[in-house]
């Protein structure tokens, strides 16, 4: 169950909740796969990623360095949310 500071920050930018939807199915995504797939602008879906980051549902992959590795990994706290999204 989302709490009611959870809607308030996935309302705060328009492609927040669409993309912890998508984090939710994958589990993790590369940037390029999350914008073709939410057909998202570059820009808005950035502000999105620094968003979810600064909110701690989402962290940069440590281990990133292969391309089929995903860029972002949703955190214990950031499962929930995108459960819920």
Same mark, same amino acid.
Request: charged share 15%; glycine share 10%; no cysteine.
């Given at each position: =169950?989302? #709490?009611? %500071?959870?809607? %308030? %920050? @996935?309302?705060? $930018?328009?492609?927040?909740m669409?993309? =912890? ?11 390029? *796969?999350?914008?073709?797939? @939410?057909?998202?602008?570059? $820009? ?6 620094? %968003? *979810? *980051?600064? *909110?701690?549902?989402?962290l940069?992959?440590? !281990?990133? !360095? ?7 990994l @949703?955190?214990? #706290? ?8």
């Open positions: =169950m989302l #709490t009611p %500071q959870d809607l %308030q %920050q @996935l309302g705060a $930018n328009r492609w927040a669409p993309l =912890m939807a998508a984090l939710d199915h994958d589990g993790g995504i590369r940037f390029a *796969v999350a914008a073709a797939r @939410l057909s998202a602008p570059r $820009n808005s879906l950035a502000r999105a990623f620094e %968003q *979810v *980051v600064a *909110v701690g549902w989402v940069r992959n440590p !281990g990133h !360095g292969h391309p089929l590795r995903p860029e972002y @949703l955190t214990e #706290t950031g499962r929930p949310v995108a459960a819920g999204s």
